[in-house]
C-alpha cells in the first residue's frame, strides 16, 4: 500500500476525485489543510479520512510554516503527497524535501499561464485549447516534471467561470490517473520529461 497525503486550500474537488477513484494500492492517509475553514476538510472526516488543520496565519513565517506543515505530512509516511487546489508558495528546502513525490494540478497546458487567473489569461491571450497539468513539484512555481496534461477547446461565449467548468471535469479525471501511474510504479523523470512505463 502507498501512503498519499493530500493538501488542500478550499473546496477540494480535486482531492474528492481522488479518494473516489479509489485507487487500488493507494491509501489515503491524510488531508490536511491551511485553512481551518476549508469545505473539503469536513468532507475528508465524514469518510473516516484522518484530517489536519495547519493554519498558515499562526506562523511567523513561511519557513516555520512549512516545517511544521512537513512534520505533520512526514507523521502519516507519505509516498506520495498531493497539492489538490493547495494555495500557498512552498520553500525550496519544503520542495526540495519531496523531491520526485510530490504532485500539483494547475488549470493550465503549462508551460502556458503560470500562477493566477490562468482561464481569464488564457481567453484574454486568445488561445483555442486551454487545460490542466499534472505535475511533479520543483522550487519553481507551476513548473516541473509533466506527467498528464488535458486539452479543452475555448469556446467563443466562453467566460472565466464556463471555461473553470470545463477543465475542472478534466482535471478530475487526470489527477486520479496521475495518482493511479505514481501507485503502480509506471513513471520514469528524465529531467523535465515523463515517461509512462508499461
Ligand atoms: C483547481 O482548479 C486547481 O487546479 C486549482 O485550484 C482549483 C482547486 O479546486 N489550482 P478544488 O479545491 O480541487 O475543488
Known amino acids: ?3 498519499i497525503v493530500i493538501l488542500i486550500s478550499g473546496r477540494g474537488s480535486n482531492m474528492q476525485a481522488i479518494v473516489e477513484a479509489a485507487i487500488p494500492g493507494a491509501h489515503i492517509a491524510a488531508v490536511i489543510a491551511n485553512r481551518p475553514d476549508a469545505a473539503g476538510l469536513a468532507w475528508a472526516a465524514e469518510r473516516g479520512i484522518a484530517t489536519v488543520a495547519l493554519d498558515h496565519k499562526q506562523y ?9 506543515l512537513a512534520a ?8 506520495l503527497v498531493v497539492l489538490a487546489g493547495f494555495m500557498r508558495i512552498l520553500t525550496p528546502a519544503f520542495t526540495q524535501h519531496y523531491a520526485g513525490r510530490m504532485f500539483n494540478i494547475h488549470p493550465s497546458l503549462l508551460p502556458a499561464f503560470p ?20 505535475h511533479f513539484v520543483t522550487a519553481e512555481l507551476d ?10 477547446p475555448v469556446l467563443d461565449d466562453d ?12 482535471e478530475h479525471r487526470l489527477y486520479p490517473a496521475a ?19 508499461g
Open 159 to 170: 467566460t472565466e467561470t464556463s471555461l473553470a467548468q470545463r477543465v475542472l471535469a478534466e
Open 1 to 3: 500500500m502507498k501512503n
Open 72 to 79: 505533520r505530512i512526514d507523521s502519516f509516511q507519505p509516498d
Open 143 to 152: 513548473h516541473g516534471p509533466i506527467v498528464f496534461q488535458a486539452a479543452v
Open 179 to 197: 495518482v493511479q501511474a505514481f501507485v503502480e510504479g509506471r513513471l520514469e523523470v528524465d529531467g523535465l520529461r515523463v515517461r509512462h512505463l
Open 60 to 68: 511567523a513565517s513561511r519557513e516555520a510554516f512549512d516545517t511544521e
Open 115 to 134: 500562477g493566477l487567473h490562468t482561464h481569464q489569461r488564457a481567453i484574454d491571450a486568445g488561445c483555442k485549447l486551454a487545460g490542466c497539468t499534472v
